[in-house]
């Protein structure tokens, strides 16, 4: 759980990281969506509450005009 919660966090980053082009960072998310769906199967809509939800607000917060 510390990894993966970890590997979240490094995808806040790139949204924060205004440098990063939003394609890339759409692809970390999308690979953080397949690793949780591996991890810990059946638990999508929690990926979808917890962290799908975190990055969006870090998206309209910080990168509003992509």
Known sequence: LRDFQRRADE???LILDEEMPWVDV???VENLRAL???WF???GAFFE???ESRFRRLREQFRPEE
Do not use: E
């Open 49 to 51: 509450m917890v962290y």
């Open 26 to 28: 759409a692809i970390a």
């Open 36 to 38: 949780a769906q591996q």
């Open 11 to 13: 995808v806040s980053s």
């Open 41 to 43: 199967p059946g638990r």
